[in-house]
T-cell receptor
Framework: NAGVTQTPKFQVLKTGQSMTLQCAQD?????MSWYRQDPGMGLRLIHY???????DQGEVPNGYNVSRSTTEDFPLRLLSAAPSQTSVYFC??????????FGEGSWLTVV | DQQVKQNSPSLSVQEGRISILNCDYT??????FLWYKKYPAEGPTFLIS?????DKNEDGRFTVFLNKSAKHLSLHIVPSQPGDSAVYFC???????????FGQGTRLTINP
């Protein structure tokens, strides 16, 4: 997991609050993505980016926004948190077409 | 509809024996398959992968087998070690090794 840094590690939000999960990588990877993991389910793709200025939706994009102003950073924004967004969030990066590597995760609880 | 399925939530194997983890998929257009290993409170770690043009890939104790006609892949770990105890995720992709679709995971426990 070296090279992909996620902050914060843990966060508790109230319903309706907004926040940003940060993701940074120092490997000059073109591809970055966000996944969420829920109990009994595999990881599901939220949003991804193939380079600075380019983002696209994954399987479960509703309620989340992303931007990619630099190669290194790919923040995930929750504009109005809902209890259904309680989950573990993983950021991943990789060279285009190659294996992706995950960060250590951010645990988010929305009450 | 889940495109990648791991039907065994858990598997228990004795140390030194072979561990076999299974994965089924429904989309015949998937062109790349990967296995990730995950310890509690950590991110998934890449383990091994296989392209759809191959039927076997080996890396040390780990071998992945792909049966395209059955839409099935498996991960063999020989010999199993206590450090192999983790959750294993199967993943598939339509675009190389990215935009992954994951299975639900199988918790492997290696008993001494």
């Amino acid at each position: 997991n070296a090279g992909v840094t996620q902050t914060p590690k843990f966060q508790v939000l109230k319903t309706g609050q907004s926040m940003t999960l940060q993701c940074a990588q120092d490997m000059n990877h073109e591809y970055m993505s966000w996944y969420r993991q829920d109990p009994g389910m595999g990881l599901r793709l939220i949003h991804y980016s193939v380079g600075a200025g380019i983002t696209d939706q994954g399987e479960v994009p509703n309620g989340y926004n992303v931007s990619r102003s630099t190669t290194e950073d790919f923040p995930l924004r929750l504009l109005s948190a809902a209890p259904s967004q309680t989950s573990v969030y993983f950021c991943a990066s990789g060279r285009l077409g190659n294996t992706i590597y995950f960060g250590e995760g951010s645990w988010l609880t929305v009450v | 509809d889940q495109q990648v399925k791991q039907n065994s939530p858990s598997l228990s194997v004795q140390e030194g024996r072979i561990s076999i983890l299974n994965c089924d998929y429904t989309n015949s257009m998937f062109d790349y398959f990967l296995w990730y290993k995950k310890y509690p409170a950590e991110g998934p770690t890449f383990l091994i992968s296989i392209s759809s043009i191959k039927d076997k890939n080996e890396d040390g104790r780990f071998t992945v087998f792909l049966n395209k006609s059955a839409k099935h892949l498996s991960l063999h770990i020989v010999p199993s070690q206590p450090g192999d105890s983790a959750v294993y995720f199967c993943a598939a992709s339509l675009q190389g090794a990215q935009k992954l679709v994951f299975g639900q995971g199988t918790r492997l426990t290696i008993n001494p």
